[in-house]
């Protein structure tokens, strides 16, 4: 939560111009080795762990996301696995669809997108979704997919 607190801050301060370029980046060298071994860790089994964690990396995305762009495979990657693993979780889904708005336009991000949206659709957590009933169950995890969905079909040229 405290992540998320001080991305979203450094969000207002960058249009303010109160922030320049080298303190984004020694922000974001501290912070990204933090949330990377956390989202590696047993502990996003948690759902509220997993959630603030995604949070976190939301709003850095939205405050700082060129500074990110060189890390997208390797973002996507972690969710993507973080999903395999915990499949009622769609704060992964959620944060995956916050990247592909921001860099899905990119055709050098197309192959990592791609292969993205085809991790998550493998996942037997949605490839079981195939009945109204079964969709009721996970209704939260039908709207992340489909926002995740809506943002490729968007933002990727390919």
Same mark, same amino acid.
Do not use: W
């Given at each position: 939560f405290r992540m998320g607190a001080l991305f979203s801050h450094l969000a207002m301060s960058i249009t303010s111009g109160l922030i320049d370029d080298d303190t984004i980046s020694v922000l974001f060298g501290i912070f990204w080795p933090l949330l990377e071994k956390l989202t590696q860790s047993s502990h996003m089994e948690n759902t509220s762990l997993s959630t603030a964690a995604c949070r976190s990396l939301s709003s850095a995305i939205h405050s700082c996301g060129q500074h990110f762009q060189i890390l997208l495979p390797k973002i996507l990657e972690c969710l993507s696995m973080n999903f395999l693993l915990y499949?009622?979780?769609?704060?992964? &889904?959620?944060?995956?669809?916050?990247?592909?708005? %921001?860099?899905?336009?990119? +055709?050098? $991000?197309?192959?990592?997108?791609?292969?993205?949206?085809?991790?998550?659709?493998?996942?037997?957590?949605?490839?079981? &979704?195939?009945?109204?009933?079964?969709?009721?169950? %996970?209704?939260?995890?039908? +709207?992340? $997919?489909?926002?995740?969905?809506?943002?490729?079909?968007?933002?990727?040229?390919k």
């Open positions: 499949q009622r979780h769609d704060c992964f &889904l959620r944060t995956a669809a916050n990247m592909i708005e %921001e860099f899905g336009h990119k +055709e050098e $991000y197309s192959v990592v997108c791609v292969r993205t949206i085809e991790t998550f659709s493998s996942a037997a957590s949605l490839s079981n &979704l195939n009945s109204s009933y079964t969709c009721d169950q %996970e209704p939260d995890l039908i +709207e992340a $997919y489909a926002n995740f969905t809506s943002a490729f079909i968007r933002c990727c040229p």
